[in-house]
T-cell receptor
């Protein structure tokens, strides 16, 4: 089935540093969504990207969808301790084998 | 609060047993999804129901089954439990069959001893 690779698996930063996680696919994605899961919590929807080259911002978070729609990134500027958690990308594989597949996530820890 | 309710929050049982996990979707959502989360496997898609009908199937074992009832709540049945079935089971809901904005419940932590 369609595979989405998410890197890095773990990232530890000092508070104030930037952070980026990437989702890469070998095939074209129809869209991609990003979720955040705080420790001990449940995934919470952040955003959906649909268009080639799309860029969306939410305060210190910047989401990008690649021109070929095969990769996406989430960038956090000047991390804060509240950014701690696991960030997942999720995509719809579409077609008759429709299902929603999450990447394995990037666990972000922030040192205050 | 996502509006998705899952019960029970915790479940401890023994190998070989059968358990039922319950999920009530957000008001107005017709689609329900079940996911299994373990440390080494991340979020694994199990199955999706839309308006009472099975819509998509993922990596769901034959020992597991699910259904969505007329009132749209869903149950995930896990039987002949094994130690490896210990995981956090999430239910999520969305408005339509292909609306990818999922709202997750708080999960059921299953421990098989």
């Amino acid at each position: 089935g369609q595979q989405v690779m998410q890197i890095p698996q773990y990232q530890h930063v000092q508070e104030g540093e930037d952070f980026t996680t990437y989702c890469n696919s070998s095939t074209t994605l129809s869209n991609i969504q990003w979720y955040k899961q705080r420790p001990g919590g449940h995934p919470v929807f952040l955003i959906q990207l649909v268009k080639s080259g799309e860029v969306k911002k939410q305060k210190r978070l910047t989401f990008q969808f690649g021109e070929a729609k095969k990769n996406s990134s989430l960038h956090i500027t000047a991390t804060q301790t509240t950014d701690v958690g696991t960030y997942f990308c999720n995509h719809n594989s579409g077609g008759s084998n429709y299902k929603l597949t999450f990447g394995k996530g990037t666990l972000l820890t922030v040192n205050p | 609060d996502s509006g998705v309710t899952q019960t029970p929050k915790h479940l401890i049982t023994a190998t070989g047993q059968r358990v039922t996990l319950r999920c009530s979707p957000r008001s107005g959502d017709l689609s329900v999804y079940w996911y299994q989360q373990s440390l080494d496997q991340g979020l694994q898609f199990l199955i999706q129901y839309y308006n009472g009908e099975e819509r998509a199937k993922g990596n769901i074992l034959e020992r597991f089954s699910a259904q969505q009832f007329p009132d749209l709540h869903s149950e995930l049945n896990l039987s002949s439990l094994e130690l490896g079935d210990s995981a956090l089971y999430f239910c999520a809901s969305s408005v339509s069959a292909t609306n990818e904005k999922l709202f997750f419940g708080s999960g059921t932590q299953l421990s098989v001893l």
